[in-house]
Nanobody, 115 residues
């Protein structure tokens, strides 16, 4: 099993930045991939970004050029740096980890973009 715990959400003005953190209970090299998803009210959960154990990354078109996913293997933590935030980025952001054919989710962290 893997436990993941998100942190770093909050309230930010449009154009601002936030950095989300996802701490995993296992060494990152043992986890196939870790990803950030988000779910806005009334909408389906969607992939924002993911990073594999060998460092490959992918991004949703809506966040390309604004968000950056990274990892700190020493801290077993994956980050999502979010810049130039827009109203439409408001959502609950979830971290997940794919480990041995199973997917594990965190409890989510709220990101609110408002002036």
């Amino acid at each position: 099993q893997v436990q993941v715990v998100e942190s770093g959400g909050g309230l930010v003005q449009p154009g601002g930045s936030l950095r989300l953190s996802c701490a995993a209970s296992r060494r990152l090299f043992s986890i196939s991939s870790m990803g950030w998803y988000r779910q806005a009210p009334g909408k389906q959960r969607e992939l924002v970004s993911a990073i594999t154990s060998d460092g490959n990354t992918n991004y949703a078109d809506s966040v390309k050029g604004r968000f950056t996913i990274s990892r700190d293997n020493a801290k077993n933590t994956v980050y999502l740096q979010m810049n130039s935030l827009k109203h439409e980025d408001k959502a609950v952001y979830y971290c997940n980890a794919k480990f041995k054919m199973a997917t594990y989710w965190g409890q989510g962290t709220q990101v609110t973009v408002s002036s």
